[in-house]
C-alpha cells in the first residue's frame, strides 16, 4: 500500500524564547559565578533550553557577552556628569561608578575581556568626551586622551581591587624582608574608602578654575 510522506516541517524559535530573555539568564549567570562560569551550557540551563538555542540569537559568546557588557554600562547615570561645579560633578560620577561596578564583578571582568560596542557604551564615551570639551574646556584632542584615560583607570583599579587587601601570605613575606631600605614606602598609608585615588584623577582632568583679577 502506498502512502504519501508529507515535507518535513522546520521549527522556528521557541515563543516562550527570546534575545531578551536569553541576554537576562547570561546576566545571572554572570552575577552569580563570574566569567569563568559565564558558558553556552550554564545560559542555556538558566534559560531552560538546550545549547543550540542560543546560536539562534547570538552567533556566539562574543556577541553575548558584549550585550552584556554594553546593557551593564547601561546602568551608569550620565546626568551626574551634568551637575556642577565640575570637579564635583566628576567625584560624584567616579563614587558612582566605583559603586556599581564593585556590585557586579563579574561584568567588570566580562568588560575587561573584550571592548564592548553598543549604544550604552557610546553613550558614555559620548558623554565623558562632552564634559571634558564643553564643561571643563579641554580641546578635543585633550578631552580623548582624557576619556581613555579615565575609562582605564576604572577598569584597572576594579580589576586590582581584589590585591589591596593585605592576606596572610603578603604579611608572611614582609616579614621576611628588611624594610630599612624603603622607609617613604613604609610610611606610606594605602589608599582606603571610596575616594581612594579619585581626588587625584580630579584634580588631573579637571584644571582649578581661575578667576581673573578686576582690572
Not at 590585591?163 to 596572610?168: E, G, K, L, Q
Amino acid at each position: 500500500m502506498a502512502y504519501q510522506s508529507t515535507p518535513a516541517r522546520r521549527r522556528g524559535p521557541r515563543g516562550d524564547v527570546s534575545a531578551d530573555a536569553l541576554a537576562r539568564a547570561a546576566h545571572g549567570v554572570l552575577s552569580s559565578k563570574g566569567l569563568s562560569g559565564l558558558s553556552l551550557r550554564a545560559v542555556a540551563r538558566a534559560a531552560g533550553v538546550t545549547p543550540n538555542v542560543l546560536y539562534t540569537y547570538f552567533a556566539d559568546m562574543g556577541q553575548l557577552r558584549n550585550r552584556l557588557g554594553d546593557e551593564f554600562l547601561g546602568r551608569l547615570e550620565l546626568d551626574l556628569l551634568r551637575t556642577d561645579p565640575p570637579r564635583e560633578a566628576l567625584r560624584h560620577f567616579l563614587r558612582h561608578v566605583l559603586a556599581v561596578f564593585a556590585s557586579s564583578p563579574g561584568h567588570v571582568q566580562a568588560l575587561a575581556a573584550q571592548r564592548v560596542v553598543g549604544p550604552h557604551s557610546l553613550a558614555l564615551n559620548e558623554a565623558l568626551l562632552e564634559f571634558f570639551e564643553d564643561v571643563v574646556g579641554h580641546p578635543p584632542a585633550i578631552a580623548a586622551d582624557v576619556t581613555i584615560f579615565l575609562t582605564e583607570w576604572v577598569h584597572g583599579r576594579m580589576m586590582l581591587q581584589p590585591s589591596d587587601v593585605a592576606d596572610n601570605a603578603s604579611r608572611t613575606a614582609l616579614t621576611g624582608l628588611d624594610l630599612t631600605p624603603y622607609p617613604r614606602t613604609v610610611a606610606m598609608s594605602p589608599g582606603t574608602g571610596e575616594d581612594a585615588g579619585i581626588d587625584l584623577v580630579v584634580r588631573i582632568t579637571v584644571p582649578e578654575p581661575t578667576t581673573s583679577a578686576a582690572g
